[in-house]
């Protein structure tokens, strides 16, 4: 049986990301709880211990965990049915989105695992420039940014294409 190479490049990012997610997350709690902050470029870079309870940029994270968790469980689940159905439709030649959406699926999974296992993500990678910050994230939201990046790159690169298709749909339905 020979699998298609759009599951193919799914199942790479996937295991690939939500293993150096994961992995990293783990050395994270176990160093940097300990000394909460190292500075990597003075100004710029660090790597800081943050407890995410929310969703990005800690949105819902003075939600109860009652209400958090099976709201986050529900989300994540609904978006994979999402993204599997849309993923599936995928022309080979969709390369971009194959691996925009697999970026995604990856961060969102990595992310997910933590709120079911843990309740909180751990976040710890800090940019900023003095003491202005970008919010401190992960590696699962650099898989997830990348995917919204390539996103909006085929976007760019498609967007008549994929603007002819729905003129074509929306007169069949006529």
Same mark, same amino acid.
Do not use: C
């Given at each position: ?5 759009? #599951?193919? $490049? @799914?199942? +790479? $990012? ?20 300990? &000394?909460?902050?190292?500075? +990597?470029? &003075? =100004? ?37 049915? %999402? @993204?599997?159905?849309? #993923? &599936?439709?995928? &022309? ?11 970026? *995604?699926?990856? /961060?969102?999974?990595?992310?997910? +695992? ?7 993500? %751990? =976040? ?6 003095? *003491? ?6 992960? $590696? ?6 990348? /995917?919204?990046?390539? @996103?909006? $790159? ?21």
């Amino acid at each position: 049986m020979k699998i298609k190479r759009k #599951y193919l $490049i @799914l199942v +790479i $990012i996937s295991v690939v990301f939500i293993f150096l997610d994961q992995i990293t997350k783990t050395w994270a709690t176990n160093a940097l709880k300990a &000394k909460p902050r190292i500075v +990597i470029i &003075k =100004d710029y870079f660090d790597l800081n211990y943050v407890i995410n309870h929310g969703a990005a940029w800690g949105m819902f994270g003075n939600f109860g965990t009652k209400f958090r968790i099976p709201f986050f469980i529900v989300i994540t689940i609904i978006a994979s049915v %999402v @993204l599997g159905y849309y #993923y &599936k439709k995928l &022309k080979k030649e969709q390369v971009i989105l194959q691996f925009a959406l697999s970026f *995604v699926v990856a /961060g969102m999974i990595g992310n997910f +695992i933590d709120r079911v296992f843990v309740t909180f993500v %751990v =976040d710890f990678i800090d940019w900023h420039i003095g *003491v202005h910050h970008w919010p401190t994230f992960n $590696i699962a939201d650099v898989a997830i940014s990348t /995917g919204m990046g390539l @996103l909006v $790159i085929d976007w760019i690169l498609h967007h008549k294409e994929y603007a002819e298709v729905e003129k074509q749909n929306k007169e069949e339905m006529s």
